[in-house]
């Protein structure tokens, strides 16, 4: 007995031990610090109104069912500083402006792509993340900042999984939203900020019960992710399995939990200029209709999805599927990324173009990149349509992961009690056509979101009173939900790519100068979490700071192999011949023009 007694004490014991790091990491995020820089540059990419339109229109997504007045009002754990004021926003690689201040689209002074948007029938305002919280980049050189208006993101948004780095805003948004709800004169504050004049006990325990089904969700999710292990590769910076977790969240949390799968091949936010006429996007080119593109980026950013009734039942016909989708906004963004411009090198800031070392690297480009990354244009109703080339994973060389797990993972959407008859009206398109009827109880990760998207479509279209004369317009240019697998990786066009480090689709080579040298001169580990540019190299800046973000490369999801200029055998990650260092530097000067009004001005 008395055995026994120690035992249970030691295993007491250690559990607190456990239990007192993760609440000191969970309280104390290790953030780098946030140093304001001088002045933010905008470039001419399309206009003032344009950059608003995209920073703050609404998609849908509602964060957990987080309010936006709760999140404007939240504080940090154990403190009274607000947690949503730019300056702590920052330091998780949100993008804020030091001389912003609130407008009537930013009335709580939020960062780029934090937006509110209210339901139908509804007057509560939710906190609505958009694509330009992920897709809107910035660099810094000298203390003054480059904004990139459909660039790249650097934040760490996704993950609420507890961990001992404790540097993600998930994690720490829940410890925030826990010692609001736990600790009752933070909530006390919290509900005379919110309730305003309504401020009464009544309100207040109503306030009370509502936060709590917020706080609920996000609690649920963060056990269902941890104790499943289903993100085992750290995303960092910049990162997120978008498709593993899009389908860990429609497919396991809204149908069956033996439907969750390992995510575990982060991969960067690419930019959006000029993606508008791609013929298929995504990086292994699996999606090819914009609205079914953005309302599965909608979905997996937490817009609503009822799959069943009250009762628990599939939902049939019409009733299939209500979202918190906004079709008209998410049309409105993608008609306005249209008029996005690629960003030109500033050499005010980043320093002048050496333009005869540029035009050697034209010729360099045409010798060694343009097979790949100049794709042929052709006018498809009266959009340029560029038909980018897919590498094959074992031709290119670049880490399989998230290539293989779209094509090879299979999900049971059987509960659903989809017809086929009905299946084959919707506008979706496999390619190739299947030889053999669909298999709902193994359906892949694109066929099953390109169907579930078309439902959403059409009951979000119905709701939103879209005309059938309207529809092919909000589905962009008329094309249907095409879905391909492809163990591929698209090659893209290269304008403006001196903005959009770290480079491969995981981010695994922090600079250009280092895609282009063998493996073998990539850096093994290096930091991230970082807006400092080395306009020498085309990268940021790598080395270590307060609080970095480790990238391991060794990592699972994480590899830097492929995309290499060696001499020897093509394929297997062999691209090209070696290049000597300074036709290197010939081709980033080159790359540092392309695209630009200064590529005109070359000898």
């Given amino acids: 007995m008395r055995i026994f007694s120690r ?11 456990a239990l007192t790091v993760v609440l000191y990491y969970t309280v104390n995020p290790k953030l780098p610090d946030y140093v304001p820089v001088e002045q933010v540059h905008y470039q001419d990419q399309w206009s003032a109104a344009d950059r608003q339109t995209y920073y703050f229109t609404p998609q849908g997504t509602q964060v957990k069912g987080l309010h936006y007045d709760w999140f404007t009002a939240l504080e940090l754990p154990f403190s009274a500083q607000r947690f949503a004021t730019p300056e702590y926003l920052a330091r998780f690689g949100f993008l804020v402006d030091p001389k912003q201040v609130p407008t009537a689209q930013n009335p709580g ?22 694509c330009a919280a992920c897709h809107t980049g910035e660099l810094h050189v000298n203390n003054q900042a480059l904004r990139i208006d459909g660039g790249s993101a650097q934040h760490v948004l996704p993950s609420s ?17 826990a010692a609001t709800y736990y600790l009752p004169w933070k909530f006390d504050r919290f509900a005379h900020s919110v309730l305003g004049h309504d401020y009464d006990e009544y309100n207040k325990q109503q306030l009370r019960q509502d936060f709590k089904a917020s706080l609920n969700q996000f609690l649920r999710v963060a056990w269902n992710d941890t104790h499943r292990g289903l993100y ?155 038909q980018l080339k897919m590498l094959p994973v074992d031709y290119i060389g670049t880490d399989p992961g998230a290539a293989n797990n779209i094509a090879d993972q299979r999900y049971d959407l059987s509960a659903l009690q989809w017809d086929a008859a009905e299946l084959a009206t919707l506008n979706v398109e496999l390619h190739p056509k299947p030889s053999a009827p669909l298999d709902l109880h193994k359906m892949s990760v694109a066929q099953g979101l390109a169907y579930v998207t078309a439902f959403v479509e059409d009951h979000a279209y119905r709701a939103a009173g879209v005309t059938p004369a309207e529809r092919p ?27 959009t480090p770290p ?24 930091y991230k979490g970082t807006f400092n540019y080395d306009p020498r190299h085309l990268g940021f800046e790598t080395g270590a700071f307060k609080n970095a973000f480790v990238f391991d490369t060794t990592i699972t999801g994480n590899h830097n192999s492929g995309h290499e200029f060696r001499d020897g055998k093509r394929g297997n990650g062999v691209i090209g011949r070696t290049l000597l260092p300074q036709e290197r530097w010939a081709l980033l000067e080159y790359l540092k023009v392309l695209g630009g009004p200064l590529e005109q001005q070359l000898p």
Avoid at 7 to 17: E, R, S
Avoid at 161 to 177: C, Y
């Fill in 7 to 17: 035992v249970l004490l030691l295993i007491l014991a250690v559990l607190g031990i």
């Fill in 109 to 130: 002074n939020l960062p780029v792509g934090f937006a509110r948007h209210q339901n139908a029938g509804s007057r509560v305002e939710y906190l609505d993340i958009t």
């Fill in 161 to 177: 999984v507890p961990t001992l780095r404790g540097g993600s805003f998930g994690q720490a948004l829940v410890a925030s939203l």
């Fill in 232 to 386: 085992p590769t750290e995303e960092g910076p910049g990162r997120t399995d978008a498709f593993g977790r899009i389908a860990n969240a429609s497919f396991g949390d809204a149908i069956s939990a033996e439907n969750y799968r390992v995510a575990n091949a982060p991969v960067d936010y690419p930019h959006l200029w000029d993606i508008w006429t791609f013929d298929w996007v995504q990086w292994n080119g699996s999606a090819q209709q914009p609205m079914a593109r953005n309302i599965g980026e909608a979905l997996g950013v937490g817009a609503t999805l009822d799959f069943f009734d009250s009762a628990g039942q599939p939902l049939q016909g019409d009733a299939r599927y209500p979202s918190s989708v906004r079709v008209r906004d998410l049309n409105r963004i993608e008609e306005t990324l249209q008029r996005l411009k690629p960003p030109t090198w500033p050499e005010d800031l980043f320093g002048a173009i050496n333009k005869p070392l540029a035009a050697q690297g034209r010729a360099l480009f045409a010798e060694n990149c343009a097979g790949c990354h100049v794709p042929a244009v052709n006018q498809v109703n009266g959009r340029p349509v560029q």
């Fill in 473 to 499: 317009s909000l589905d962009g240019f008329g094309l249907p939900i095409g879905v391909r697998e492809l163990r591929a990786y698209k090659a893209r066009p290269l304008a403006g790519v001196w903005a």
């Fill in 503 to 526: 480079f491969l689709h995981n981010g695994s080579v922090p600079t250009i100068f280092q895609l282009l040298s063998p493996q073998d001169e990539r850096s093994t580990t290096f």
